[in-house]
């Protein structure tokens, strides 16, 4: 039998979007107990006034008794779309709705809501996207594969072949999910469904009515139908719409049932959690304490579902909001399998660093891995943990290694006074291009050993150089947080002014002494070239040490030619001209 979860007070903001919870306990006794009963308050939108409203059983009577309109603003393509489905030949018993998460960002993202919830979503762009969109169509009693059959023959071309996926073959082979492609949708079919989980993660799966599929979901926000044929949205458990309004966090069972029948789903709380800013309440966060359910996490989820289930919060609006309730509900170890200690800071300042910043998409998610898992990166132990705990692949693994590895650099050339060398060169207004004068001036060939210097790091870093740049950036200004008490805050702006200005002499060197496309600079003279010119070169580590000094008298001599950099080897490595 299905029962309506127990109202419970919610965490405060304050509490998960902070770096420590030791006044956690103190936060949560404060909050306001709301008793659940038939009635809940709800608020009308358009007249401002707070309402008990009464639980209705029909859906749509609760979504009008909300304040909510009882449709969505659709666009022409949706509308195009909608059109389309409710003309596919079908049994007039099967009802076909809209479910899950269009259904939740279309309500984010086109009602009037109230300022806090908006407040809230103004930071997450990903709600208002156009395309690609991701609609499910829940099947109330026709099969997915052959709804989407008879879909394609009346769409035509502008669909694509439909394709199949077995939900488990052992326990569901006719619940199989159909997908297929309509102009810039990707769909997918299936049949409303109820779930009996037996031990295993993998649930037996039958058909089931829309409130069985509404409860068996994982969160109460994503349990919501848009039912085409009364064009209307559908809430079943009576928690989803008003859930959404108050921007709250739940489950629609028992948060300790849910979480045991699926343990990821306690990350996808905090993925949705930090992606929409909004809260968990206090009974999910209680139930993720729980030693049965930390227990299940541990034994029943693999590491390639932590790995996948991660990724999705790293990519997300906010990877700073969804590492820190990692670590605020003490997950910490289960999904990275250690501490990561600063990490946790360094990652918000690499996201304060870029917040108004245009970046590459893959850039900036492999910079949060490599400042969240800053922690240790001296050792092999942050390859470990991307490689065997979170199941990355090797080449990204690879990458976010180099990423902290050209920070470590950058930072090393800062304790050896990088950036005061820069600033003087700087001053001196030396500048690459264009330049004219005496190669043999002191303070030119000082700038030429600084260029020198610089090049190695961007070369190291290829085309990360730019992220271990802000990772280093990042480690400074958290350290200064580190390094935080009451007597220093005042002079806490000058202190990070003074940070900024370092890496900025050293960001300013890196254009004047035109280093900005360094990492793509290719030898003059390759292999067989240099052969040629030093026949008696033998292949080894000796090939290498000319290679490595061609490639710093390019970089020493900026345009320097093909003549002029033989002319060199032929000088520098004279003992190898002749063969022997």
Same mark, same amino acid.
């Given at each position: ?266 990350? *996808?709380?905090? &993925?949705?959690? #930090?992606? /929409? ?8 966060? $209680?139930?993720?304490? %729980? =030693? ?46 250690? *501490?990561?200690? &600063?990490?946790? #800071?360094? /990652? ?8 108004? $910043?245009?970046?590459? %998409? =893959? ?34 693994t690879e990458k976010v290694h180099i990423i902290q590895q050209t920070s470590k650099k950058f930072l090393e050339l800062l304790e050896q006074g990088g950036d005061v060398i820069a ?9 690459? =291009? ?69 890496? =900025? ?76």
């Open positions: 039998m299905i029962s309506r979860a127990a109202e419970t007070p919610i965490i405060s903001p304050q509490f998960l979007y902070s770096s420590a919870s030791s006044n956690s306990s103190q936060i949560i006794e404060s909050l306001l107990k709301l008793e659940r009963s038939a009635t809940y308050p709800s608020v009308d939108f358009f007249a401002g006034k707070r309402t008990l409203t009464t639980l209705h059983s029909n859906p749509s009577q609760l979504f009008a008794a909300t304040s909510f309109p009882k449709t969505l603003n659709l666009t022409s393509s949706e509308l195009h779309l909608f059109t389309l489905l409710k003309s596919t030949p079908t049994p007039p018993s099967n009802t076909l709705r809209v479910a899950g998460g269009w259904v939740r960002d279309k309500i984010l993202s086109t009602l009037p809501l109230p300022s806090p919830v908006t407040s809230r979503l103004s930071h997450c762009p990903s709600l208002t996207q156009t395309s690609p969109v991701d609609i499910d169509i829940a099947l109330s009693s026709v099969l997915g594969v052959t709804f989407a059959s008879n879909f394609k023959e009346l769409a035509g071309s502008t669909s694509s072949r439909v394709g199949v996926v077995g939900l488990n073959p052992e326990k569901s082979k006719h619940l199989e999910t159909a997908t297929m492609t309509f102009g810039s949708f990707y769909l997918d079919f299936v049949n409303l469904r109820t779930d009996t989980y037996t031990g295993s993660r993998i649930p037996d799966v039958k058909f089931g009515s829309p409130r069985e599929d509404a409860f068996r979901r994982d969160l109460t926000i994503n349990s919501l139908f848009f039912n085409l044929e009364s064009m209307e949205v559908e809430d079943y458990t009576g928690m989803g719409l008003r859930d959404l309004r108050d921007g709250i966090i739940r489950t629609p069972l028992s948060p300790v049932e849910t979480l045991l029948d699926d343990p990821l789903r306690v990350l *996808r709380a905090v &993925r949705f959690a #930090s992606r /929409l800013r909004f809260e968990i309440c206090r009974e999910l966060r $209680e139930a993720v304490g %729980e =030693e049965e359910v930390r227990k299940a996490l541990r034994e029943k989820v693999s590491r390639e579902r932590f790995g996948r289930e991660l990724d999705l919060i790293m990519s997300s609006d906010d990877p700073v909001g969804g590492v820190r309730l990692i670590v605020n509900l003490n997950l910490e170890e289960s999904v990275f399998g250690r *501490r990561i200690g &600063r990490g946790e #800071s360094v /990652l918000q300042k690499a996201w304060e660093v870029l917040e108004n $910043e245009e970046w590459q %998409e =893959e850039g900036r998610r492999r910079l949060w891995y490599a400042s969240a898992l800053v922690e240790g990166m001296e050792t092999q132990d942050g390859k470990n943990v991307m490689k065997d705990m979170l199941k990355l692949p090797g080449k990204e600033t003087a060169l700087l001053m001196d207004g030396v500048k690459v =291009e264009g330049f004219e004068g005496d190669r043999t001036d002191p303070i030119w060939k000082e700038a030429m050993e600084m260029r020198f210097r610089l090049a190695q790091i961007l070369r190291y870093g290829g085309s990360s150089w730019r992220d271990g740049f802000v990772l280093a950036t990042a480690e400074r200004l958290a350290a200064l947080d580190l390094h935080l008490t009451d007597e220093s805050l005042e002079t806490r702006e000058d202190e990070e002014n003074a940070e900024m200005q370092r890496f =900025e002499a050293l960001q300013a060197a890196i254009v004047e002494l035109d280093l900005s496309n360094v990492a793509k600079l290719q030898p003059l003279l390759n292999g067989e070239e240099v052969k040629r010119i030093l026949p008696g070169l033998p292949r080894g580590p000796g090939f290498r040490t000319v290679l490595d000094g061609q490639m710093k008298f390019m970089i020493m001599n900026p345009g320097v030619g093909r003549e002029e950099v033989e002319g060199w080897m032929e000088e520098e490595f004279e003992s190898f001209k002749y063969d022997v």
